[in-house]
């Protein structure tokens, strides 16, 4: 990951992302932005309880750092549903991903300790971002996404690069009743008693969908484990969320 320091913003980017000269891409850490208190920095969350005069302050400091021409955000409601972004519309389709070829179109994932993983074709010119907290995972919201591009858009899995951003990692990913919520093909990454490792699930669904294991990256940071740069639901109940950004120039 390489860290970008822009205008107050701090946000970390994909270094296998940088041989692509037409994208913008972050993770943005909650460093920056006018929210307060609980939401301190650059919470992007609407109904967190925070000021939505502030949200809107904070989407546009970073709608300004991608360049873009609209920051596309989503009703998010941990399902596996793929919206196809093709005209202008935002924030009020429910979904959990979103896929585009249109350039200005900044797709954007909001999240205290899921994971936003962001994929990107090359070849086609297609970008994609995904909401996966332990129940999109469930459901299968990556093979989702991916199955997407590559109907809508004739996308090949082999072709594509993938980020992991900033998430609750397996040593804070505790799942006490994991007999209940999780099925049994994720104990393959459980590690200690009962905390699972939701990167290398994540991983390992890219792969099965047909990602080169060489093109997906994982931040490997831990959003509970850093009160500085990260707003974590698990931390506290009353908190941001984080933007994480891609799109076409
Ligand atoms: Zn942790």
């Not at 990951?1 to 701090?10: A, F, K, P, Q, T």
């Not at 972050?26 to 925070?50: A, Q």
């Not at 297609?126 to 591009?149: C, D, F, I, Q």
């Amino acid at each position: 990951m390489e860290r970008i320091c822009s205008g107050g913003l701090v946000y970390d980017c994909f270094s296998s992302f940088s041989q692509v000269p037409w994208l913008f891409h972050g993770c943005f850490t909650r460093k920056g932005g006018v929210s307060e208190g609980p939401y301190e920095g650059l919470n992007t969350g609407l109904n967190t309880g925070d000021s939505a005069q502030a949200v809107s302050v904070n989407r546009k400091a970073i709608l300004d750092e991608s360049g873009g021409g609209e920051l596309v955000v989503l009703s998010q409601v941990h399902g596996k549903g793929v919206h196809v972004h093709t005209g202008t519309g935002v924030d009020s389709v429910e979904a959990d991903a979103l896929v585009t070829d249109r350039p200005g179109a900044m797709l954007t994932i909001l999240t205290a300790d899921c994971q936003a993983v962001v994929l990107v074709d090359p070849v086609k010119r297609v970008v994609a971002n995904a909401h996966a907290g332990w129940r999109g995972s469930v459901e299968g919201v990556l093979p989702e996404t991916v199955s997407v591009m590559e109907n809508r858009f004739g996308c090949c899995p082999s072709d594509l690069l993938a980020g992991i951003g900033p998430s609750l990692g397996p040593c804070c990913a505790e799942f006490v009743h994991y007999k209940k919520e999780l099925p049994r093909s994720f104990c393959t990454h459980r590690v200690g008693f009962n905390h699972f490792d939701f990167w290398a699930i994540s991983r390992d669904q890219l792969c099965n969908t047909g990602l080169k294991a060489k093109n997906i990256t994982a931040a490997q940071v831990c959003t509970q484990c850093d009160d500085e740069h990260y707003f974590s639901y698990r931390r506290s109940h009353t908190t941001g969320r984080m933007a994480t950004v891609i799109g076409i120039k």
